[in-house]
């Protein structure tokens, strides 16, 4: 989709709410949350500007200026989600801010960036685009401008629906490498396994179901919690390991949040009782 402003919904979290689940887990900042956070156990942070700007009622858990997170000590954050944020600044200080964005996560962290894309959003000055905007933002440019030491784990252009931004996310090395996962043509044929709770023997009675999956040719992705994700981190028939902690998606977003996921593969297997 190429952004409108008769089809801009304003609500861009809700776009990619549940693709964000398995990098948000433990502790971390939604920065430039606006109006609702993503999660309610990530820690709401705007400066409100947008309440001067558009009228908008914002009330973060910290009103605060995304740019100096100093009450938040090195490495304290597990993630830091934004979402269309960071065009709002000079491109010249991009550079300074992902800095500080990126010193308060944790080794093997997330740094989860949603951004308006200048393929299908209007560029900076052009009619249409929000006068705030101080950048053309794709993916690059934001490669360019982020410290050493990560690798590019999600790289989507997401332009589908309603739709017309870029899905950066971020993993933090404890080496000064910069490395970006290859692109790869989507697998033909898509599973999805579903086993939740702490039960071990349950997990692992799902690593046979996996295996008979994947000699029929299947790409096997498999959704489960802590702690029984350990006993399968290198089982070599799950392609993809999707962890949510316990209650990470509150009870009441269930639906729309499997609905969605089942919807990006070709089949699904429910071995969750509570499923």
Same mark, same amino acid.
């Given at each position: 989709?190429?952004?409108?402003?008769?089809?801009?919904?304003?609500?861009?979290?809700?776009?990619?709410?549940?693709?964000?689940?398995?990098?948000?887990?433990? &502790?971390?900042?939604?920065?430039?949350?606006?109006?609702?956070?993503?999660?309610?156990?990530?820690?709401?942070?705007?400066?409100?500007?947008?309440?001067?700007?558009?009228?908008?009622?914002?009330?973060?858990?910290?009103?605060?200026?995304?740019?100096?997170?100093?009450?938040?000590?090195?490495?304290?954050?597990?993630?830091?989600?934004?979402?269309?944020?960071?065009?709002?600044?000079?491109?010249?200080?991009?550079?300074?801010?992902?800095?500080?964005?990126?010193?308060?996560?944790?080794?093997?962290?997330?740094?989860?960036?949603?951004?308006?894309?200048?393929?299908?959003?209007?560029?900076?000055?052009?009619?249409?685009?929000?006068?705030?905007?101080?950048?053309?933002?794709?993916?690059?440019?934001?490669?360019?401008?982020?410290?050493?030491?990560?690798?590019?784990?999600?790289?989507?252009?997401?332009?589908?629906?309603?739709?017309?931004?870029?899905?950066?996310?971020?993993?933090?090395?404890?080496?000064?490498?910069?490395?970006?996962?290859?692109?790869?043509?989507?697998?033909?044929?898509?599973?999805?396994?579903?086993?939740?709770?702490?039960?071990?023997?349950?997990?692992?009675?799902?690593?046979?179901?996996?295996?008979?999956?994947?000699?029929?040719?299947?790409?096997?992705?498999?959704?489960?919690?802590?702690?029984?994700?350990?006993?399968?981190?290198?089982?070599?028939?799950?392609? &993809?390991?999707?962890?949510?902690?316990?209650?990470?998606?509150?009870?009441?977003?269930?639906?729309?949040?499997?609905?969605?996921?089942?919807?990006?593969?070709?089949?699904?297997?429910?071995?969750?009782?509570?499923?």
């Amino acid at each position: 989709m190429t952004w409108s402003q008769e089809t801009s919904c304003g609500d861009e979290t809700s776009k990619i709410r549940w693709e964000i689940v398995p990098f948000c887990r433990g &502790r971390g900042l939604d920065l430039g949350c606006g109006p609702k956070k993503a999660y309610p156990h990530m820690i709401g942070i705007d400066s409100c500007k947008d309440t001067e700007l558009f009228g908008i009622p914002i009330k973060p858990d910290l009103k605060l200026d995304v740019t100096d997170l100093s009450m938040f000590s090195n490495g304290s954050m597990n993630f830091v989600y934004s979402s269309h944020t960071l065009e709002h600044f000079p491109y010249e200080d991009v550079p300074k801010i992902l800095r500080e964005w990126w010193r308060v996560i944790a080794v093997g962290g997330f740094l989860i960036l949603y951004l308006p894309d200048e393929d299908t959003y209007p560029k900076v000055g052009e009619p249409g685009a929000n006068p705030d905007h101080k950048w053309n933002v794709n993916a690059f440019k934001v490669c360019e401008a982020m410290p050493k030491g990560w690798d590019l784990i999600e790289d989507q252009k997401r332009s589908d629906a309603n739709e017309y931004s870029i899905f950066l996310v971020f993993r933090k090395r404890a080496d000064k490498e910069r490395r970006v996962k290859p692109r790869r043509d989507p697998p033909e044929k898509t599973i999805a396994l579903t086993r939740f709770g702490a039960a071990i023997g349950d997990v692992l009675l799902v690593s046979s179901v996996a295996a008979g999956l994947k000699k029929q040719g299947y790409h096997v992705t498999l959704f489960t919690s802590p702690p029984a994700d350990q006993v399968i981190l290198t089982d070599p028939n799950i392609d &993809r390991l999707i962890v949510q902690d316990d209650g990470q998606v509150p009870n009441e977003w269930l639906g729309d949040y499997w609905c969605y996921w089942r919807s990006r593969f070709e089949r699904w297997v429910y071995l969750a009782e509570c499923m």
